[in-house]
T-cell receptor, first 109, second 117 residues
């Protein structure tokens, strides 16, 4: 199983761009990289998914280099409501979803 | 509305008792999961099921049991063998694909907070 490593916490200010990097050195050829967001006392929510290069949706962008050993979630112009825990997942064979500790993002006014 | 429902939201259990947490989905998803989350920690996988009548242990299955008799339902029983069951339990489902096919996102319920009294 591909294990992920991401920073435990990050601080930012409203209006800034936030980049959270995740390393996954043992990613397999058929694995996808997926990011989830979790607010306190709620279930995680899907943000974005990618396989290679760049993916963008209305919430975030995901950058994946050619070797796929890492990925970067980019949140443009964060607001206070973006304060949450962000999880990076590499989806293993059989769709088993394994979460790591996540990155606690604190957005300050 | 389609979605995944966990019940109850809060549950209190006396020591030595078994308790069952409900998880129902009407998304026609193949795969279902149970996670445990302790305060300030990430999610840890308890059990997952890719198809009816089949399930696999996750990282912390000891003291827990599950069944998957229907596609829509994946109840979790916390047994008396689980020494520290107080936690936030999350159920999720996803449209299962075989390895090599595109992965689809997982949807989570709102969770059940279990407290042992």
């Amino acid at each position: 199983l591909a294990k992920t490593t991401q920073p435990i916490s990050m601080d930012s200010y409203e209006g800034q761009e936030v980049n959270i990097t995740c390393s996954h050195n043992n990613i397999a050829t058929n694995d996808y990289i997926t990011w989830y967001q979790q607010f306190p006392s709620q279930g995680p929510r899907f943000i974005i998914q990618g396989y290679k290069t760049k993916v963008t949706n209305e919430v975030a962008s995901l950058f994946i280099p050619a070797d796929r050993k890492s990925s970067t979630l980019s949140l443009p112009r964060v607001s206070l409501s973006d304060t949450a825990v962000y999880y990076c997942l590499v989806v293993a064979a059989g769709n088993m979803l394994t979460f790591g500790g996540g990155t606690r993002l604190m957005v300050k006014p | 509305d389609g979605g995944i429902t966990q019940s109850p939201k809060y549950l209190f259990r006396k020591e030595g008792q078994n308790v069952t947490l409900s998880c129902e989905q009407n998304l026609n998803h193949d795969a279902m999961y149970w996670y445990r989350q302790d305060p300030g920690q990430g999610l840890r996988l308890i059990y997952y099921s890719q198809i009816v009548n089949d399930f696999q242990k996750g990282d912390i299955a000891e003291g827990y049991s599950v069944s998957r008799e229907k596609k829509e339902s994946f109840p979790l029983t916390v047994t008396s063998a689980q020494k520290n069951p107080t936690a936030f339990y999350l159920c999720a489902s996803s449209l299962h694909k075989l390895r090599g096919d595109r992965y689809t996102e997982a949807f989570f319920g709102q969770g059940t907070r279990l407290t042992v009294v």
